[in-house]
T-cell receptor, first 111, second 113 residues
Framework: GQQLNQSPQSMFIQEGEDVSMNCTSS?????WLWYKQDPGEGPVLLIA?????ELTSNGRLTAQFGITRKDSFLNISASIPSDVGIYFC???????????FGKGTKLSVIP | EAGVAQSPRYKIIEKRQSVAFWCNPI?????LYWYQQILGQGPKLLIQ????????DSQLPKDRFSAERLKGVDSTLKIQPAKLEDSAVYLC???????????FGPGTRLTVT
């Protein structure tokens, strides 16, 4: 089946710093999604990408759909304490809407 | 607009016991999903419903897990009998249609001792 490698596993950063995380896939994806999960809650969609090369922003968040269609990255600029949580990439391939999730990147922001 | 509701939020059972989880999707959402999220992992799809029919249950351990959505609205997921490795958060999600944005509920945290 499809596998997603998400890195880094965890990050500790100072408030105000920029953050970058990425996902790579063993196969081509048609859709890349980025979610954030807070403790005790379900994942919440941050950004959805549907075309190779697409660059999309949502406030301080920016994500890109890699040209090879096998990778995606998420950047967070000027981090703030409420950015703390686990960020997941997810994707779906040709002919399927089933989502495959990465293992997550746990972000900690030091005030 | 109310979100996806799940109950219970927490459940502790002994191995070999049975357990059931309930999900109420967002009103009007035809597609409903059950995911299993083991600690330190991303969610893994167990089963997907379109209205009251099963679209994909390829990753559902059918010897012990079952799910139904009889009237095309609420859904229940059952585990019988539970094993230690079933300890996880069980997430329900819904979307307007199969390719639509998925909205997740808060999950049920199951601990099997």
């Amino acid at each position: 089946g499809q596998q997603l490698n998400q890195s880094p596993q965890s990050m500790f950063i100072q408030e105000g710093e920029d953050v970058s995380m990425n996902c790579t896939s063993s196969s081509i994806f048609n859709t890349w999604l980025w979610y954030k999960q807070d403790p005790g809650e379900g994942p919440v969609l941050l950004i959805a990408l549907y075309k190779a090369g697409e660059l999309t922003s949502n406030g301080r968040l920016t994500a890109q759909f890699g040209i090879t269609r096998k990778d995606s990255f998420l950047n967070i600029s000027a981090s703030i304490p409420s950015d703390v949580g686990i960020y997941f990439c997810a994707g779906s391939g040709a002919g399927s809407y089933q989502l495959t999730f990465g293992k997550g990147t746990k972000l900690s922001v030091i005030p | 607009e109310a979100g996806v509701a799940q109950s219970p939020r927490y459940k502790i059972i002994e191995k070999r016991q049975s357990v059931a989880f309930w999900c109420n999707p967002i009103s009007g959402h035809a597609t409903l999903y059950w995911y299993q999220q083991i600690l330190g992992q991303g969610p893994k799809l167990l089963i997907q419903f379109q209205n009251n029919g099963v679209v994909d249950d390829s990753q559902l351990p059918k010897d012990r897990f079952s799910a139904e959505r009889l009237k095309g609205v609420d859904s229940t997921l059952k585990i019988q009998p539970a094993k230690l490795e079933d300890s996880a958060v069980y997430l329900c999600a819904s979307s307007l249609d199969p390719g639509g944005r998925q909205y997740f509920g808060p999950g049920t945290r199951l601990t099997v001792t």
